[in-house]
C-alpha cells in the first residue's frame, strides 16, 4: 500500500461486497464515513465538485468541537450522502488518498453502501425505486407517447403539480419525451456503406441504451450513418436498461441481475467478432467498470468490459487505424464540449473533443465541470436545488465559450444544462446534441 499523497500510481478499486451481510451493517458503515469524513475534512480538496463535500465541511465548522466526531451519525451523515450523484469525480480526479493509498478511500462507493443499507431496510421511497424502472416504464409510455408527452411536457399547470405532489419531481424540471417506436425496433436496415469505406471489415453492436431507444433515437440514427459512411457493419440491439437508475438508489442486486442479461446477449455478438459501442457514457462506465465490481467471478461481464467502446472513443479509433471516409464539412458557430462526468471517469481522454477535431474549421472548446444531473438527482424536487446549484459554474463556462450548439456525452446533462443557461438569462441558449449528431452533420446527415 502507497503511502504517498498525491501518488502517481493509477487508482485502484476493490469488489463491492455486496452479498456479505456485513456490507449493510449501519454501525460499521457509520464508522468507516466517520473515519473517511475525517479524512476529507483534514484535505478539503473536493470542496468545489459538488454539494456533499460543502455540506460536510460547513457541519463541521459549525460543530461544537471543529471536529467530525461532533457530527450526528443518524442525522448528519445522511445530509452529505443524499447531496451525492455518484459521479466518481472525487475518486477519479481529486483524492490523494484512493487505493493504493493506505486510506484506502473510495467516497462514492461509501455513498453507494450507505444507500445499499438504506435499500434493504426499506427505506427507500416508493416512487424512487418506480421511477428507476425504466424499461416498464417506457413500454406503458411509449404507446401513448402524444399524451404522455403532453402530461410530463415543463409548463403544463394542469399535470406537472400534481407530479409534484404526487411523485415529487420538480415542476420545473424538463422531462424527456417518449417515442411510439422503440429506436431499436425501429432502425430497420443499416444506411448504404461505400465499396471504398476506409472501415470496410468492421463489425459492431451498438447497444441502443434505455435513452436513446426510448426518448432520442436521433442519437441512434446518426451514429448509424456515421458508421455505415466508414464502412462499419453494425446491429442494433437493447436488451435491458444498465441498471444505473437502480443503482442510484443503493439496489445492487437489481444491477447484477440487468448485468447478467445484457452481457450474455452482448457476449453472444463479441463471439461473432462484433465490438460493442454504447451511445451514452453512463452505460459505457457502467459496463467498464462498475458490473465488473459487482459482479467480479463473471466471465461474461469481464469480457464485454474489455470489449465495450463510446461511440466518439470508437469514431477515434477508426480515425487514428484506417483514417476517415472523406466527407467532412465545415460546420458554422462552433460547439462547446462538455465533458460529463461518466465520460471523464473512464479516462480515455476527452474523445467527444477529439473526434469533433477532426471536422475541418470547426471551434470546438471543452468544458469540465459538473452539470449537477446525475440520473433523477436533477428532477426531483427535494434533489433539484442541488443540481441547480453544481450547474452553474459549468454554465457559465459554457456561456463565455458563445458557441451555438452544446454536447454532451450525457443526454440529461445536456438537457440539463440548456435549461439552466436558458434559465440564467445570459443570451440564447446553445442547441443541445450529442456529439455524434454533430458528427453525421458534418457528414451532410440532416436526420
Known amino acids: 500500500m502507497s503511502t504517498k499523497e498525491g501518488s502517481t500510481e493509477a487508482p485502484t478499486r476493490h469488489p463491492i461486497d455486496w452479498r456479505s451481510p456485513s456490507f449493510y451493517d449501519q454501525a460499521a458503515i457509520d464508522k468507516e464515513m466517520e473515519r473517511a469524513f475525517d479524512i476529507c475534512h483534514g484535505c478539503r480538496r473536493c470542496f468545489n465538485l459538488c454539494d456533499s463535500f460543502p455540506i460536510l465541511f460547513d457541519m463541521v465548522d459549525e460543530s461544537a468541537t471543529g471536529e467530525v466526531d461532533s457530527l450526528d451519525p443518524k442525522k448528519d451523515f445522511k445530509k452529505v450522502v443524499d447531496a451525492c450523484t ?92 417518449y417515442h411510439v417506436t422503440p429506436f431499436s425496433k425501429g432502425a430497420g436496415k443499416n444506411p448504404p456503406k461505400p465499396a471504398d469505406a476506409p472501415a470496410k471489415g468492421r463489425k459492431a453492436v451498438v447497444y441502443a441504451t434505455c435513452f436513446v431507444d426510448y426518448h432520442q433515437p436521433t442519437t441512434g440514427e446518426a451514429a448509424l450513418h456515421v458508421l455505415a459512411r466508414n464502412g462499419v457493419e453494425a446491429k442494433v440491439v437493447y436488451p435491458a436498461c444498465c441498471g444505473m437508475p437502480f443503482l442510484e438508489h443503493g439496489d445492487i442486486a437489481q444491477v447484477a441481475e440487468n448485468a447478467r442479461k445484457v452481457s450474455a446477449e452482448l457476449c453472444e455478438w463479441i463471439d461473432k467478432g462484433y465490438d460493442v459501442i454504447t451511445l451514452t457514457a453512463s452505460c459505457g462506465l457502467m459496463m467498464k467498470f462498475e458490473w465488473p465490481l459487482i459482479l467480479p467471478e463473471d466471465e461474461k461481464v469481464k469480457k464485454l468490459s474489455k470489449a465495450i467502446f463510446d461511440i466518439s472513443q470508437y469514431m477515434v479509433d477508426i480515425a487514428k ?108 441558449a446553445p442547441k443541445g446534441t450529442h456529439a455524434i449528431e454533430v458528427f453525421a452533420r458534418a457528414y451532410g446527415f440532416a436526420g
Request: hydrophobic share 40%; net charge positive; with cysteine.
Open 86 to 177: 455518484l459521479c466518481d469525480m472525487c475518486f477519479m480526479t481529486k483524492c490523494p488518498y484512493v487505493p493504493p493509498h493506505s486510506f484506502d478511500l473510495d467516497f462514492p462507493h461509501l455513498m453507494l453502501r450507505y444507500r445499499a443499507a438504506e435499500f434493504k431496510r426499506g427505506e427507500v421511497g416508493f416512487t424512487t425505486k418506480q421511477l428507476a424502472r425504466i424499461d416498464r416504464n417506457a413500454k406503458l409510455a411509449g404507446p401513448v407517447a402524444p399524451i404522455a408527452n403532453w402530461a410530463t411536457k415543463r409548463g403544463n399547470a394542469l399535470t406537472r403539480p400534481v407530479m409534484r405532489a404526487v411523485l415529487g419531481v420538480d415542476a420545473d424540471a424538463g422531462l424527456p419525451t
Open 321 to 428: 487505424k484506417e483514417g476517415l471516409a472523406p466527407g467532412l464539412a465545415p460546420i458554422e458557430g462552433g460547439v462547446t464540449v462538455h465533458m460529463a462526468c461518466h465520460a471523464r471517469a473512464q479516462n480515455v481522454g476527452a474523445k467527444s473533443a477529439e473526434m469533433l477535431g477532426l471536422v475541418p474549421g470547426l471551434k470546438v472548446d471543452v468544458v469540465e465541470r459538473c452539470s449537477g444531473h446525475g440520473g433523477t438527482f436533477g428532477v426531483m424536487a427535494e434533489t433539484r436545488p442541488h443540481a441547480l446549484k453544481v450547474a452553474k459554474p459549468a454554465a457559465a463556462l459554457i456561456t463565455q465559450k458563445g458557441n451555438a450548439t452544446l454536447c454532451s456525452d450525457c443526454p440529461l446533462a445536456c438537457r440539463h444544462l440548456v435549461q439552466v443557461i436558458g434559465a440564467e438569462g445570459n443570451g440564447a
